[in-house]
Each structure stands twice: as structure tokens, then as C-alpha cells.
């Protein structure tokens, strides 16, 4: 079992993880890194203002609310 | 003779009605100018003359026999080809396709034939409706009809370019960050930017389907509430498409408008180039005029909503193209596929964070910024209207940059669902140019009145391709 973990772990970050086996150029996929993760830190701030009870279906609950007949 | 070049959608079908002109006349003519527009353009996927030609002949007979009383009866359009129709493979603007043709219509090209509308023409796209300027590398770029150097706006980028010649009254296409909004600005014409839900994206081609939308573009807005009045309601082959009334556009058109608040965010405008902000400001006297009161009103943070909607729409695309991207990579223009590859490195929790608050920043937008005003003015393009040359990107470092400042002011909106009318700025002689007046949930029939309001105002123009290089330079 061991063994077969060992091999999983060996293989580059990016071959496994995002972006795995896509034909992506170095600069390409550092630029898209660097994109995503200057979202992510808004994903994060945001993060912390909402409760957890926050949900997806808010977004539709809010609209239907706004429908009048 | 009638320049039907410059009718509405709405007179020309009374006249087909009336017998004035019949349908094949209207379809000939039609067919003919837009032969003419894309030569200039490049606003033509596949044209469809004789099909369109015999669907006019036969509304021409129902008419003598007193039948076709669909408001669009014998009326020829053409729409950006990302639609199903049966027995036919869009193109999607791309060289990947769906890979067997489309087993019926979808619900939005339905509607139009069920109200007799004829479809004359598929027109241009950027690939895969993703791209706000025109440009596309599998296709070729679209021209503008004011300035063949100038961009067309995207990604309905054909429609927006066929209209405002004067070669359709109307035509249908899609928003998922401006796409509806750009190209009608940069074109000069009018567009409805629907409320997420309001218009079923059945059979349409999927960009990012949390911010999806269907609309039109037109030179008149009373064809904008045609076209709506035929394509709003809920579908059971879309379960996003709301069970919400759907109200008489064309009747709500003669709304009274005088008393309306129009917020203006001076800090989100002041982000704009300074000849885009005199334009805001122009409309913005000319709706007072129409006896709308200008109001300041504040937008929750515009650029957290920027980085919201790129949360939920890189990875919602990347999503769609996941398989092509894998399997036929070498098949996308660079710029899509480099926009395609983005989504795959924005994180799934990041991404849920996103969906997770849209509800919140809905409500505190109705509540905050709608608190002080009815509808809310903003620009479409953040620069005057820029060159094919200029925004030639491609697929390099450039891109996020250069395309994340076309679509500045539209794509926060998607986030938010709200409808968005595009009105084209009074020109002057210059290049044309357009700011949209941004509603609550579902007030479609609100902005069209306000928008038929202004056209008294600022009647809608056809781009005269005679002024090329003597304008705007």
C-alpha cells in the first residue's frame, strides 16, 4: 500500500493537482496562477463576512422575492 | 418605395400585415443589405436566402388568406450563431461543434417562429461567445459598419454589426459579461440585457450558465420589447427560467417615466476614460430632461464584484470546455484557449465562496443601492471605441488585462443578475458609443420605457458606411 502511495506522491504538483494534463506553456499557467490567486484573496476576504448558513440558491431566492406580478 | 432599412421590426410587420410590402419583398431587401454589410463587416456565418424566401412566400399566402397573426409575421431576422436548430450544427463561432446536428429548436428561436418571424442569416460570434470585442481567430475578426478599422464590440458581434446597417430590424443574442451590452454600444444601437431567469437558455450554447443570459439588440427599443414579449417566461427545458409574470412590453412602453430616480456612483464612473464620463453625464441631462430625477447612489464595492464574477465564471467556462480542452486543445483560436485554461486554477472553495455570497450582494445592492435610486446609469465601454489593431491580443500576457478593461463595467452585473438596457449616446458625427441603465429584478418593462422615452430624444441611426475615415479621428 505503501508503495502505491509513494508513486502518487512523486508525480509533479501540476501534473495531479490543478491544471493536471492540460498542454499549458510555463508562462501561460504562471500567469493563470497568478490571476487565480489574486482572486482567491478576495474568495478568502469574503470568505469571512459570510455566515454559514449562506447558500447558493440565496441568489435565486432573492430574485424570485423581487417578482411582482 | 419604404426604406425598410429604417423601420422597426413592429412597423415592418404591420406593413407586411396591411399588405403595404410584402414579406418577400422585405426578405429580398433584407438579404441584400446584408450581403452589402458583410462585405464590410464580416457579420455572415451561413446565409440562408431561399429558405428565408420560401418562408416568406408562404407567410405572404397566409396573410392574403387571412391567417398569420403573429406579431412578427413575415418580419426576416438574423441571430448570433450559438442557437440549436433542428437539423442544423451551430458553429458556435469555433471550430469545435456540437458533433451531430440539433434534434429541435431552441426555446428562443421557438418563440420568434412561432410569432412568424423568418431567419435569414447565422451571423458572427467570438469563438464560443468568449470575448467582449469581435476579435476572432478562427472566424476572422468582425468590422464595425461605422468604421471597418474599429472594433464591433462581443460577443454578438455580428447581430450588433447587421442591425445598426440597417440589414435587420432585430436579432438575438446572449450575455455572460457584456456581450449583449458591448456590441450594441460600440455599434451604436440598442440592446436588453435580461434578469438572469427571465428568458430560457434552452438549446442556446452554453458559456458559463450561472450568468447566462438571452436578449436581443435592436436600432428601435420598441423591438427590444417585442422581442421580449415573445421570449420571456419560464421553460420546463430550463429550470433556471423563473416562473415570474411576464408583463406587456409593448403596452408597458407608454409607462410614464417622469419622477424615476437615475443613480448615478460618481466613484464607480470616475473609473472611466474622461470622454466616456461626459457621456454618462450627457444622458444622464437628457433623461432629466425627460423629467427623471438624478440621484447619487452608491454600488457595494465594484471592484469586489469584478473579482466575484470572475469566481463564478472562469471555472463555470473552464467547466464546459473541460473535454475539448483535454481532448482537442489544439482546436481553440489562443485567445479562448487561454481564457478556457484560467478557470482550472481558481479553487473549488473559492469558487462556492463566490455562488455562496451572490445572494447577499444581490440584496445589499437592492437594498443600498437602490434604496436611492429607480434605475442606475453607467458606461458600457470604459474607453472611447477602441481599434481591431489595438486590442489584438491574442492569446499573450496582455489578455486578462486588455479584456478585463473592455468589460469593466459589465460583468459585475452578471454577478448581480440584474437587466441592464443599453442606449446608444447621441454621436455628434463622432464614433459611436453607449451606456446602460441597470434595473432591479425582473423591471425590464421599466428601462424600455425609459429607453423609448430617450429615442424621442435621440432617434436611433444606420450606420453609413460613406463616413468611414471621417469620423472620429
Not at chain 1, 28 to 57: C, F, G, N, Q, Y
Not at chain 2, 86 to 105: M, V
Not at chain 2, 265 to 278: I, L, N
Not at chain 2, 441 to 462: C, M
Amino acid at each position: 500500500m505503501a508503495a502505491s502511495g509513494n508513486t502518487t506522491a512523486a508525480a509533479p504538483q501540476d501534473e495531479k493537482g490543478a491544471g493536471g494534463g492540460l498542454d499549458i506553456p510555463e508562462e501561460r499557467r504562471a500567469l493563470a496562477k497568478a490571476h487565480a490567486a489574486l482572486l482567491a484573496e478576495t474568495a478568502a476576504r469574503i470568505a469571512v463576512e459570510l455566515p454559514m448558513s449562506a447558500d447558493v440558491d440565496d441568489f435565486r431566492r432573492v430574485l424570485a422575492a423581487e417578482a411582482k406580478p | 418605395m419604404t426604406d425598410l432599412a429604417g423601420l422597426s421590426a413592429r412597423a415592418l410587420a404591420e406593413a407586411i400585415r396591411a399588405r403595404k410590402i410584402s414579406s418577400v419583398e422585405a426578405t429580398r431587401e433584407a438579404v441584400k443589405r446584408l450581403i452589402a454589410c458583410h462585405e464590410l463587416t464580416g457579420c455572415i456565418v451561413s446565409l440562408e436566402a431561399d429558405a428565408a424566401l420560401d418562408g416568406a412566400r408562404a407567410a405572404d399566402t397566409a396573410i392574403a388568406a387571412g391567417g398569420a397573426a403573429g406579431p412578427l409575421a413575415g418580419v426576416p431576422l438574423a441571430h448570433k450563431d450559438m442557437f440549436d436548430r433542428e437539423g442544423r450544427i451551430a458553429s458556435w463561432g469555433a471550430n469545435i461543434r456540437a458533433d451531430r446536428p440539433a434534434a429541435r429548436d431552441a426555446s428562443v428561436i421557438a418563440a420568434l417562429a412561432e410569432a412568424g418571424a423568418l431567419q435569414i442569416a447565422a451571423l458572427h460570434l467570438t469563438e464560443f461567445a468568449y470575448g467582449p470585442t469581435g476579435h476572432n481567430y478562427v472566424l476572422g475578426h468582425a468590422r464595425n459598419p461605422w468604421d471597418p478599422a474599429r472594433i464591433t464590440g462581443g460577443s454578438s458581434s455580428g447581430t450588433a454589426a447587421a442591425v445598426a446597417y440597417g440589414a435587420i430590424p432585430f436579432g438575438l443574442g446572449s450575455d455572460t459579461g457584456g456581450s449583449l451590452r458591448l456590441p450594441a454600444a460600440c455599434c451604436g444601437i440598442a440592446s436588453i440585457k435580461t434578469t438572469w431567469g427571465r428568458v430560457s437558455r434552452a438549446g442556446a450554447m452554453p458559456l458559463a450558465p450561472a450568468l447566462d443570459t438571452i436578449g436581443a439588440l435592436a436600432r428601435h427599443v420598441e423591438d427590444l420589447a417585442l422581442a421580449l414579449g415573445c421570449l420571456a417566461g419560464p421553460d420546463p427545458r430550463d429550470p433556471a427560467a423563473l416562473p415570474v409574470p411576464v408583463p406587456d412590453y409593448v403596452a408597458r412602453l407608454a409607462d410614464p417615466v417622469r419622477g424615476l430616480r437615475v443613480g448615478i456612483d460618481e466613484k464607480v464612473v470616475s473609473e472611466a476614460h474622461p470622454e466616456v464620463q461626459r457621456m454618462v453625464d450627457e444622458v444622464a441631462g437628457i433623461l432629466t430632461g425627460l423629467g427623471l430625477e438624478r440621484r447619487a447612489c452608491a454600488i457595494p464595492d465594484w471592484q469586489t464584484l469584478d473579482h466575484l464574477v470572475q469566481l463564478v465564471q472562469l471555472p463555470d467556462a473552464s467547466a464546459a470546455h473541460a473535454a475539448f480542452l483535454r481532448t482537442r486543445p489544439q482546436d481553440y483560436g489562443p485567445q479562448v484557449r487561454a481564457r478556457v485554461e484560467v478557470g482550472h486554477f481558481v479553487g473549488a472553495v473559492d469558487h462556492l465562496t463566490a455562488l455562496r455570497a451572490r445572494g447577499t450582494w444581490l440584496q445589499r445592492t437592492l437594498d443600498v443601492t437602490f434604496r436611492d435610486a429607480d434605475i442606475v446609469i453607467l458606461p458600457v465601454l470604459a474607453d472611447p471605441l477602441p481599434s481591431i489593431a489595438e486590442l489584438d491580443v491574442g492569446g499573450g500576457p496582455k489578455v486578462q488585462a486588455a479584456m478585463g478593461r473592455v468589460v469593466k463595467f459589465t460583468r459585475p452585473i452578471n454577478y448581480l443578475g440584474l437587466p441592464a438596457l443599453t442606449l446608444p449616446v447621441p454621436r455628434k458625427g463622432g464614433l459611436p458609443n453607449g451606456v446602460q441603465l441597470v434595473g432591479r429584478p425582473f423591471a425590464e418593462a421599466q428601462l424600455l420605457a425609459v429607453g423609448h422615452a430617450y429615442q424621442r430624444e435621440v432617434p436611433p441611426e444606420i450606420a453609413k458606411p460613406s463616413m468611414q475615415g471621417e469620423i472620429g479621428r
